[in-house]
């Protein structure tokens, strides 16, 4: 198997806060570095192997993505030095996983196959089928929690609980759904159908900053256009561009990330799998051929970029 990067330590940087998927250094008072490692989540747990490029991925598809909405809000994003490394704005994080959903899909439809029709406080319609769109998108906030699950909570609570400024969650949500329009256009004209997605937001100098990462396939679900109506009428599942995959994989070896639950390994076919979808997302939705870059003597890059950021000789 290709190499992978599953945890990095860049000398004289210190340890990293990390993340499911990012090891984060503090470079200065304004700047981070983020390293996106080949580490994949479902379920809010880090699975056992790496998956060959996904770090590359996400980070120059996020770049890519953070260009085409750059005119709705300010980013975090200040350049991308190496494929697997970004320079951000180092801003304080709102501790709230903006989610905005189109369809009803993944924790959405398994929610509502229970019997529930509130999420987040929004009341869903009756006689929806699985996969079929809203009459209009939905946002159901999460709380970020620092291990374990994040759990959904209504937009209200969000407020009465004093998680977030009144004035700071108006402009939140604002971003939120023209982020989720624009992604939506950028998705259709690539043959795609943006289906959810989650946002993050923090505070830049005061200033509301999109953070992490925008409509990459960690953070969004993808259904493949040219189809999706036939299946849909025929009760098929669409077929997908997006991590749904790994999520249903672990389901049927047991998963879901609850208490007893036993954490299966994926064999080499199926992380070469990973590996692929991954790509096909990121050639769908740039047009671009996708050129991996060797992972190894990747330290010495990545610390001469953040060598030059701090002003290190």
Same mark, same amino acid.
């Given at each position: ?19 499911? *998927? ?34 590359? $991925? ?14 709705? $809000?300010?980013? =975090?994003?200040? +350049?991308?030095? =190496? ?7 180092? #801003?304080?994080?709102?501790? *709230? ?22 999420? #987040?406080? $929004?009341?869903?319609? +009756? ?17 970020k929690?620092v291990?374990? =699950?994040?759990?959904?909570?209504? +937009? ?6 004093g998680?977030?400024?009144? =004035?700071?969650?108006e402009?939140?949500?604002t ?5 989720? +329009?624009r ?11 943006? *289906? ?16 992490d ?17 036939e299946?849909?009428?025929?009760g ?54 996708? $050129?991996?870059?060797? *992972? ?18």
């Open positions: 198997m290709t190499d992978t990067i599953g945890r990095t330590d860049i000398p004289g940087y210190g340890e990293p806060y990390r993340g499911k *998927v990012r090891d984060v250094y503090r470079l200065g008072a304004d700047r981070i570095g983020l390293v996106a490692t080949d580490r994949i989540s479902a379920f809010d747990h880090i699975l056992p192997r790496a998956i060959p490029y996904k770090g590359q $991925v996400l980070n120059l598809l996020a770049a890519y993505q953070f260009e085409q909405i750059s005119d709705i $809000v300010e980013t =975090h994003l200040v +350049e991308v030095p =190496h494929p697997n490394v970004t320079i951000g704005k180092a #801003c304080m994080g709102i501790p *709230v996983e903006v989610v905005v959903r189109g369809y009803l899909a993944g924790h959405a439809a398994r929610t509502y196959a229970a019997g529930g029709r509130y999420l #987040c406080g $929004v009341r869903l319609p +009756e006689g929806l089928r699985e996969n079929a769109p809203f009459p209009s998108p939905i946002l159901t906030p999460a709380t929690a291990e374990g =699950h994040d759990e959904d909570i209504s +937009e209200a609570d969000l407020l009465r609980q998680k977030v400024d009144p =004035h700071i969650w402009q939140v949500r971003y939120a759904f023209r982020l989720f +329009e992604g939506t256009r950028i998705a259709a004209e690539r043959g795609l159908i943006l *289906v959810d997605t989650k946002y993050e937001f923090g505070l830049f100098h005061g200033r509301v900053v999109l953070m990462e925008v409509h990459t396939p960690d953070s969004s679900r993808y259904f493949m256009a040219d189809d999706y109506e299946r849909l009428k025929r098929e599942k669409p077929r997908q561009l997006s991590k749904e995959f790994v999520r249903e994989w672990l389901m049927g070896h047991g998963f879901q990330g609850r208490d007893g639950d036993v954490m299966p390994t994926m064999d080499d076919a199926f992380v070469e799998h990973t590996s692929q979808r991954y790509i096909e997302l990121y050639e769908r939705l740039t047009g671009r051929p996708f $050129v991996p870059t060797p *992972v190894r003597g990747y330290n010495e890059t990545v610390k001469a970029a953040f060598d030059r950021v701090t002003g290190r000789p």
